[in-house]
């Protein structure tokens, strides 16, 4: 399954809100009911952190500003108010069958 | 909580086979939970190689399945990788992870920090 982000980069103000896209190849949604995407960050010099599984549920300890939708092959990463901690390269995942596989990445930055 | 902390070495020649460790705290290997591997190469994406449960089932990439063996020492408590055979294109950062439920194809809550791995003469 292959997953295409969208845009690469994106720059944003402090306070703004922004959005990144996940178009996966094929369906994401499995048999059980459940759609398996789930969405990490990984800050500058840092491992990767998981952000949202299942399209839309927030990881444990996960600021309420991050928010996941979508469905079928159309996935959205929110974040309503970009804080400067949220600069880093976003990834999408998919878990619905083997191999596992990543989006490209969207890289954030602060203007 | 769970920690996951990596050690092996920086720098293996083309075609050795490159051995990394992964030693499990907080929480006993042995546990229902799975334990994977996923390496960067340098600038680029994320690459899922495998994962593993301590009972025997095992998960790889088929791209890598004839050159990667994942392995789990509970005796030790740690998780083991090795890549045979290694070239240039090898060379990425490596990241034990595990998936956050007791399904291989859960989406991993917990990561190492990371050992870069540069294959060259």
């Known amino acids: 399954i292959v997953l295409t982000q969208s845009p690469l980069s994106l720059s944003v103000t402090p306070g703004q809100p922004a959005s990144i896209s996940c178009q996966s190849s094929q369906s994401l949604l499995h048999s059980d009911g459940k759609t398996y995407l789930s969405w990490y960050v990984q800050r500058p010099g840092q491992s990767p952190q998981l952000l949202i599984q299942?399209?839309?549920n927030r990881f444990s300890g996960v600021a309420h500003r991050f928010s996941g939708s979508g469905s079928g092959t159309d996935f959205t990463l929110k974040i309503s108010r970009v804080e400067a901690e949220d600069v880093g390269v976003y990834y999408c995942?998919?878990?619905?069958?083997?191999?596992?596989?990543f989006g490209g990445g969207t890289k954030v930055e602060i203007k | 909580q769970v920690q996951l902390q990596q050690s092996g070495p920086g720098l293996v020649r083309p075609s050795e086979t490159l051995s990394l460790t992964c030693a499990v705290s907080g929480l006993p290997i042995s546990s229902d939970y799975y334990w994977g591997w996923i390496r960067q190469p340098p600038g680029k994406g994320l690459e899922w190689l495998g994962t593993v449960h301590h009972g025997g089932s095992a998960y790889y990439n088929p791209s890598l399945r004839s050159r990667v063996t994942i392995s789990v020492d509970t005796s030790k408590s740690q998780l083991s990788l090795l890549v045979t055979s290694v070239t240039a294109a090898d060379t990425a950062v490596y990241y034990c992870?595990?998936?956050?439920?007791?399904?291989?194809?859960?989406?991993?809550?917990?990561w190492g920090q990371g050992t870069m791995v540069s294959v060259s003469s």
């Open positions: 992870a595990r998936p956050s439920g007791s399904n291989w194809y859960d989406a991993f809550d917990v």
């Open positions: 299942e399209v839309s």
């Open positions: 995942m998919q878990n619905l069958e083997l191999p596992l596989t």
